[in-house]
């Protein structure tokens, strides 16, 4: 079997892995808390990019809009997300911080390094770090809360986050080049990195929406 087609295995394995999350979201949408509604919001918004992809994909048609879009989107309901289960003054601001950063960055860079028919490598690059600060700082929260922990679905959809933006972080730096220079098949062996990792995401915050409480709301007690 060649790398090319263990590639377009992966991808595909990537694209249908949502819907492990999705599914499982579907099915206890009624018991789930606001915070799992958010993280269903997103896995949806996931899904429908994932379904554009391969039809541009297949088409052989431009992902620039659709993946800068996606990023844009995904932190914003991710940002949503952590404002809820991060209830602590600390954690709120975190938020609050992580957020303006991210819009004065998009601005500045949108209008002068890459515009936003360009794969904004640098604002998927930025939505990482911080995506990755907010799961650290819920981490912290739950861990240095004084009371046990009782219930593990926030910290599978915690983890997953933090999974994926950690071991993608380097390859959304480099991604433009992997995008737009190299040659298409040697493209996707390097993306194949992204989707085993994207693969592992869906899993993570699948088992997260599975086993979720549905009157979890986060590191409330948290110091």
Same mark, same amino acid.
């Given at each position: ?8 295995? %992966?991808?595909?394995?990537?694209? /249908?892995?949502?819907?492990?999350? $999705?599914?499982?979201?579907?099915? !206890?949408?009624? *018991? ?19 379904? %554009?992809?391969?039809? =541009? ?10 993946? *800068? ?7 914003? =309901? ?34 002068? %390094? ?7 490598? $640098? ?20 861990? #240095?809360?004084? !009371? ?10 915690? #983890?997953?986050?933090? /999974? ?60």
């Amino acid at each position: 079997m060649s790398s090319q087609t263990i590639s377009e295995i %992966i991808r595909y394995a990537s694209i /249908f892995s949502i819907a492990f999350p $999705l599914i499982l979201y579907l099915f !206890r949408m009624k *018991n789930l808390s606001k915070s799992g509604h958010k993280i269903g919001a997103i896995v949806i918004i996931s899904a429908l990019s994932d379904l %554009i992809a391969l039809y =541009l994909f297949e088409e052989e048609m431009s992902t620039v809009l659709l993946f *800068n879009a996606y990023y844009l989107i995904f932190f914003v =309901l991710l940002s949503w997300f952590y404002s809820d289960v991060l209830q602590t003054a600390r954690g709120k601001k975190t938020v609050q911080w992580g957020l303006g950063i991210y819009v004065t960055a998009f601005i500045v860079i949108t209008i002068f %390094i890459q515009s936003f028919n360009e794969y904004q490598t $640098l604002m998927w690059t930025l939505a990482g770090a911080i995506s990755i600060i907010f799961s650290i700082s819920y981490f912290i929260s739950v861990f #240095s809360a004084m !009371r046990p922990m009782n219930d593990f679905g926030l910290l599978w959809i915690n #983890s997953g986050i933090l /999974f994926y933006f950690s071991f993608n972080l380097f390859l959304f730096i480099m991604s433009s080049y992997v995008l737009t220079r190299l040659e298409p098949e040697l493209s996707l062996i390097v993306w194949s990195f992204h989707n085993v990792n994207n693969i592992i995401k869906n899993i993570l915050i699948g088992l997260g929406i599975s086993t979720v409480r549905a009157d979890e709301i986060g590191a409330k007690d948290a110091i």
